[in-house]
């Protein structure tokens, strides 16, 4: 059984909102408009290369809610927020696009998109070849791609169709059978999400749990509920090649030093 029919759980009920909203979506804007959007746009950045650079990269998130935690900041001008983080050395940016939970959407990738130099994230529940084109039209050049959300040959074709557009997956996984999972299905950016997607619970040990499971060559990121320098630092010498940090950044008053402080926090930790 794979993680996608594991019964009723938080992730179900999500992706069940985010196909009613796609469905709507699809009425409006066809699959071959947004073919149109992505033969004209700018070629996607290579993120994974980035990653791949010696020291600890930060990926800040632009996260106004979520189902845990409820709302954590207005976020008023996500423009300004993204602008402050990669002035900080962020080396890529996140934007939470699903709409019901989290209270993102794509008018905000847009904007982000238009604010930076650096690899944007769409980070959304991700299950049909259209959100990926859909990414790709508005401008991300990471898509991520959780594998609890998906069954195998999905999550192969949304990784070919990622490949073929020029773009990285970020593939996350939460236990040791979806980090397999991952794995054979090709990833080469893994995230292990602290946070169980089925039961919104942190578990902090997780990714030096699942990290030796992941050869060598693959790009780990640790993902959820590191609160700052500290956590980051900790993770670098766990082997951590990329952290992900939403809610401890949206936070702060001073989210470039924020951002500053983990960048550098990582730097020099031996890995
Ligand atoms: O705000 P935090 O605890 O720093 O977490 C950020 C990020 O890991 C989290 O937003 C996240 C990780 N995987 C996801 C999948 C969907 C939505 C959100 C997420």
Redesign the pocket.
Known sequence: MTGASAGASVLDD?VAGVREDLAERQRRTSRSDLESAVATAAPALDAEALFRRPGLSLVA?V?RA?P??GE?SDIPDPASLAAAYEAGGATAI?V?T?QR??RGSLADLDVVRAAVDVPVLR???VVTDYQVWEARAHGADIV?L?VAALDDPTLRSLLARVGELGMTALV?VHDEDETQRAVDAGATVV?V???D?KTLQ?HPDTFSRLRPLVPDGVVTVA?????GPQDAAAYAAQGADVV???????RDGDPRAAAAAIVAAGSGVAR
């Open positions: 999500i998130e996260k979520s845990s935690k954590l996140s939470l699903e939970r989290f980070k959304d529940f991520l959780i996350e995230g999400n602290a946070r997607l942190v993902e959820s509920g590191i609160s992900l940090v939403g809610e401890a950044l949206v």
